[in-house]
């Protein structure tokens, strides 16, 4: 076989493997998105569990774009399932800036690859995005007709600088998920032969 | 690697796949996991869309292909809803489409009943008649041996032999076992081991499954098992052997019936407590990061030293011990297979199902196997075999359960007439089928 | 050698939609959604759309759960000045109303592209707008792995009930993150296997061939997207309309 840098067929199952992994997972943790007040929680902890399947990704991960594309397939999907283009452009951004660490990283530096897999995983704030819009957009609406104090009682509960706060979060559950994933890679799929 | 390929003439060693252009086609041994797409016609189309045939070529294939392999039943159908030896007929369809010169099958009959390998057979036979050259690695020979016509065994690596077919007929049976290699005639069930002692008897009752109202998966009022027996579990694929096997160790919720033994009586939900499934993609079942740990899993914990102890000689009697410390996933196929064994033996569980359990094995492994299910029977447990294999019956199996349509249609012990039947299920005559 | 027919692919039935229709559907319900927020009459309209959608594929009881909780959040809307509630319940309804009316048409209009479109449908009409194999691969792939998943999942979560490993148990307790690695770990690895197996398989198929792929998926334009073609140019006027009134 020819090295190359390009992606070849392997490495594109490989992107569809992990990609349906991490969709998977995901949708089982964010079943607490069904309560909206839960988002700092689900915020939290998917990805503190998504960790387990990217990093097993990361280790196949040798080329230029593979986790890009990942991102791009998770942010069309958010889409096609009704999250609006919020998610597809946060995943786009947070793909390609993902990207650039493994890219630094040369798909090695482990503490590189953390950091891109906290990056990667910004993605999810999208998939919120559109509540924070659309009820902020809603609040103005109920300003006009009826007067500031309803509004003004609900901005306790969805503050603006929640955007901020919940990259933050994510970013730490993303540190939380890098150790657990590399952990699990250690302890069960390097033994097992698969990574 | 290094050697040399030659076809046609021209040296194509170092060529890749694509190179080829669809002149080389495989089939696959498991059939979950060589389909790429989700509906039937998109995976029979799959191989000529890649290299670019024209649509109505296409469709005229496609015609062709479930024409021979009598599929047309299976068009536009959900993958994931067929059973395994549809999946495999579906393969050998997609494969068939692409019309190549040279079709490869890597155990094609592993996961596939009576009635489907003949279908096979069939399948085989029809591109050999097209003039296709055919490579066929297989561990069941029966019933390929008037189809092939050169045999090559291989051994660690090396050809063993290379031989024609009419010089293999004289090979006598103790050479051909002694090779690994399964039975070259349709099994004739011979001597079959009696059920050791009368330890009272296993009574069903009741059992019943149904997704809806109209279509009953399980109607079984009233079925007996002699305790200790090794119970093999037949019919073909689709009559409800995996139903009945999950409805009777209380996995399947919504079935209703009850089980007595020793004269107490388990509804579904108290068997899961007795009862062990073994299941055919073993992988499922295995947890833990050391085969000890999942020996200890299964255990109460209430004595950590006596736990460790009971752990090690379950190791022990499944030849275990040495990979105490590996994670069981990294074992071979027929070593989990033990290993699951060994967490039932743990769990102390009094009725085991195994589900295909020598499914793409040579004939040691079958072996082997035989011999597990023994070592359990005489430990007092009663073990149930779903199996489409009659060599492993011949070895061990005691008492047999024929399921159809999901009722049992016959149960008996050893006999003349059991025999018979038996025969007649595993030895199909060529109905209707062109001859060679 | 027989000879038999070639195959005639089924017609597809019902009320069906080029992928591609369906995808800018979404893309102008959603940017509807963020244009226009005070017109009640518009966002029923915009949410009754899917709704049929949903109705006509047969997926009947996601579109009465749905479509109920959407009314219910309607008339709320309407009562909401009417009744007195305490401070913060009164703000988390006010909230829920907001995201049931504001999310719930996009979220039906999802839950139909992904009920409706058939893998070997999508790729081929992204094929025709020339998106990369490099997207399209993994997107077929996406469709074959994640029923496997479900499938492995359901015979791991009976595997683990014959052993004893479930919530609540004293096992459980003793470290209740195991239940986690239980459950996600056999299911990683047994998907990493069929994978691997997947690909070789696809490869001898061909899969990544550098020749233009052809297909036999049922797209192109219909009736159907021509009628959905014209609600929508309706809808932006309408839009439009509402946007020069206020």
Not at chain 1, 123 to 137: E, K, L, S
Not at chain 2, 254 to 282: C, F, W
Not at chain 2, 285 to 304: A, K, N, R, W, Y
Request: charged share 20%; net charge positive.
């Amino acid at each position: 076989m020819e090295k190359t840098n390009k992606l070849n067929s392997k490495d594109l199952i490989n992107i569809g493997i992990y990609t349906a992994m991490y969709l998977v997972v995901f949708f089982v943790v964010g079943m607490m998105n069904a309560v909206p007040i839960l988002y700092p929680i689900s915020l939290f902890f998917v990805p503190i569990v998504t960790g387990i399947p990217f990093m097993l990704f990361a280790t196949k991960v040798k080329k230029s774009g593979m986790v890009f594309i990942m991102a791009l397939i998770l942010g069309l999907f958010w889409f096609a399932l009704g999250y609006t283009w919020t998610p597809l452009v946060s995943y786009i951004v947070a793909g390609i800036l993902a990207e650039i660490f493994f890219k630094v990283a040369k798909f090695q530096n482990f503490k590189l690859i953390v950091m891109g897999y906290c990056v990667f995983s910004w993605g999810a704030i999208g998939c919120c995005m559109p509540m924070w819009v659309m009820t902020d957009t809603y609040m103005a609406h109920i300003e006009e007709e009826m007067g500031s104090q309803y509004v003004t009682q609900l901005m306790q509960y969805m503050p603006w600088w929640m955007g901020i706060a919940g990259l933050g979060i994510i970013f730490i559950g993303g540190l939380i998920g890098a150790a657990l994933g590399k952990k699990m890679l250690k302890k069960h799929f390097k033994r097992a032969g698969i990574a | 690697m290094s050697g040399k390929v030659i076809i046609d003439d021209k040296d194509v060693t170092g060529q890749t796949i694509y190179d080829f252009n669809g002149k080389i086609g495989t089939v696959f041994q498991n059939p979950r996991s060589q389909f790429f797409n989700v509906d039937t016609t998109s995976e029979i189309a799959f191989g000529c869309e890649n290299y670019g045939i024209e649509q109505q070529e296409i469709l005229r294939r496609i015609g062709q292909a479930i024409g021979e392999m009598k599929i047309q039943n299976l068009m536009g159908r959900n993958l994931f809803a067929l059973s395994g030896g549809e999946k495999q007929k579906v393969a050998c369809a997609s494969v068939s489409a692409m019309e190549p010169d040279i079709f490869i099958l890597d155990e094609p009959s592993s996961n596939l009943d009576v009635a489907t390998i003949w279908d096979l057979r069939q399948a085989i036979i029809g591109w050999k008649k097209k003039g296709k050259t055919i490579l066929i690695a297989e561990h069941r020979l029966y019933y390929l041996m008037d189809v092939v016509d050169r045999i090559i065994i291989l051994q660690n690596g090396q050809i063993e032999r290379d031989i024609d077919a009419a010089s293999f007929w004289k090979y006598d049976d103790t050479e051909v076992i002694h090779m690994g290699l399964r039975s070259r005639n349709p099994t004739v069930f011979q001597k079959i081991p009696s059920i050791s002692q009368k330890k009272g008897v296993i009574n069903i009752y009741d059992f019943s499954f149904a997704y809806d109202k109209k279509h009953s998966l399980l109607d079984i009022p009233m079925l007996s098992i002699p305790k200790g027996s090794i119970v093999a579990v037949l019919g073909h694929n689709g009559a409800g052997k995996t139903t009945f096997g999950k409805c009777l160790c209380g996995l399947l919720k919504g079935a209703k019936g009850t089980v007595e033994m020793d004269g107490v009586s388990y509804d579904t939900k108290e068997r899961l407590k007795i009862s062990y499934m073994v299941m055919q993609d073993v992988n499922h079942q295995l947890f833990t990061e050391s085969v000890l740990d999942e020996i200890l899993l299964s255990m109460s914990g209430e004595d950590e030293e006596l736990d460790r102890n009971n752990a090690i000689s379950i190791l022990d009697s499944l030849n275990l011990e040495a990979f105490s410390e590996y994670h069981p996933m990294s074992l071979s196929g027929g070593q989990k297979q033990r290993v699951a064994i060994g967490s039932a033996i743990a769990s102390a569980k009094s009725i085991l199902l195994f589900d295909e359990p020598t499914s793409g094995l040579d004939y040691h492994h079958m072996l082997e196997v035989a011999d597990n299910l023994q070592q359990l029977s005489n430990m007092g447990k009663t073990v149930f075999v779903i199996t489409h294999d009659p060599e492993l019956i011949g070895k061990c199996c005691n008492y047999f359960v024929f399921i159809e349509n999901g009722k049992v249609k016959w149960s008996d012990g050893w006999n003349y007439i059991s025999k018979q039947k038996l025969s007649e299920f595993f030895v199909p005559v060529d109905r209707n089928y062109e001859a060679t | 050698m027989m000879q038999y027919p070639a195959y005639i692919p089924e017609k597809r039935k019902g009320f069906s939609l080029d992928p591609r229709t369906k995808l800018l559907f979404m893309v102008l319900i959603a940017t509807l959604m963020f244009v226009v927020y005070n017109n009640m009459p518009y966002i029923c309209v915009l949410a009754g759309l899917p709704f049929l959608l949903l109705i006509v594929n047969g997926q009947k009881k996601t579109a009465v759960i749905y479509g109920s909780l959407f009314v219910l959040a309607v008339i709320a809307n309407y009562i909401k000045d009417i009744a007195t509630l305490p401070q913060l319940l009164n703000g988390i309804v006010v909230l829920l109303i907001a995201l049931v009316l504001r999310l719930f048409p996009t979220f039906m209009m999802g839950y139909y592209i992904i009920k409706s479109t058939k893998a070997d449908e999508f790729v081929s009409s992204m094929e025709r707008w020339h998106v990369s194999k490099k997207v399209l691969i993994p997107i077929a792939v996406v469709f074959r792995f994640v029923p496997t998943m479900q499938e492995e999942s359901q015979s791991i979560t009976e595997a683990m009930r014959m052993r004893g490993i479930q919530f609540g148990t004293k096992k459980f307790w003793k470290s209740p993150g195991t239940i986690l690695e239980y459950r996600l770990i056999p299911l990683l690895i047994s998907v990493v296997k069929i994978g691997d197996e997947l690909s070789a398989a696809a490869l001898t198929r061909g899969l990544g061939n550098s020749v233009k792929r052809t297909n036999i998926a049922q797209i192109g334009f219909s009736k159907n997207d021509a009628i959905v073609l014209i609600i929508s140019i309706f809808l932006l006027l309408w839009a439009f309309a509402l946007g020069v009134m206020s």
